[in-house]
């Protein structure tokens, strides 16, 4: 008998299996612009009905980055699609878009069907908050590729729409205006290859290890811990007051995100108390002695989301972010300036 793909490492039936587990999870994420079904060459999607006058698509693609390695070594792949949608629809916002739809793409070393299911059981509850549609994606095998057999890739693409008159920037911003933060509880997917440095190689903890002394929870739930995912609360503060511009808090930290949102002319002065800083970030400092300026650089702190908005709507903004169920808070403003991020305690 001949060689087959089977022996090659590729299991036709177990894709075939896993394609029919997440029928349903799929489907769950519909919305009525939605045309056709899973299992097509492409998906569809009709935004015609929007009535939109001058549309501008939007588009976006991230990955979860080393948070995948932490979930492969605790077995835990039901959450993580969550911050795969978290990682994509947040920087649509950013632009004043609505998220519309997304696609996934999936690479294991070996297809385990039952895995698969949780890996997009999870895209597919991050689309349910979301708001956004899972209309298509990509599952695929590589066998010998990796040494760890449990390991994984997963990355997302996801597009949103925006009128042209309502698209947002850095060129909007101005002196005087107000910093308006949303609260982060963990690292999102951000700084997990120095955050898994300082906790498995420099404090040797393990993953069922308390996260910090006195903790009632471990290593593996700190680190698992699924992103906020912001877009549904800003499109609905999008909808009552116009942001200057919006920053989402991911890889480069309070002072590369901040950056992006700023021209040459004004500055940005952040207020570290303000917000509470999650006990994390004070643990990975601790750990490694890591300096303020590169924990500004490299994590969150806490801030998941920022908008900018004039000081006449600020009282607006944060109302209706706090209605949507974050506990948003002035957290700094813009000076003049050469486009530099100063934070100050």
Known sequence: ????????????????????????????????????????????????????????????????????????????????????????VDDLVCHGAEPLFMLDYISVHKLDSQRIEQLV????????????????????????????????????????????????????????DVLVGLPSPGLRCNGYSLARKLYFEVAKRNLDEPAWEGCHHSVADELLLPSVIYAPAVCDALAKVQPRAIAHITGGGIIGNLARVLHNKVDVVVDRSCWEQPQVFSELQKIGDVSDQEMAQVFNLGLGMVLIVSPKNVTKAVDSLRASGHRASVVGQIEKGIGTVHIVE
């Open 121 to 176: 059981a999870g895209v597919a509850e991050g689309c349910r908050q979301a708001g956004c549609a899972l209309i298509g994606g990509e599952m695929a095998e590589h066998p010998n590729e990796s040494k760890i057999q449990d390991e994984f890739e997963l990355v997302g693409f996801a597009t949103g729409v925006v009128e042209r008159s309502k698209l947002i920037g850095h060129q909007k911003v101005r002196p005087g």
């Open 1 to 88: 008998m001949g060689e087959t793909y089977e022996a090659a490492g590729v299991n036709i039936a177990a894709g075939e299996d896993a394609v029919q587990r997440i029928k349903q999870q799929v489907r769950s994420t519909f919305r009525s612009e939605v045309i056709g079904d899973i299992g097509g060459f492409g998906g569809l999607f009709d935004f015609s009905r929007h009535g939109y006058k001058k549309p501008l698509l939007v588009s976006s693609t991230d990955g979860v980055g080393t948070k995948a390695f932490v979930a492969a070594a605790a077995g835990r792949y039901n959450t993580i699609g969550i911050d795969l949608v978290a990682m994509c």
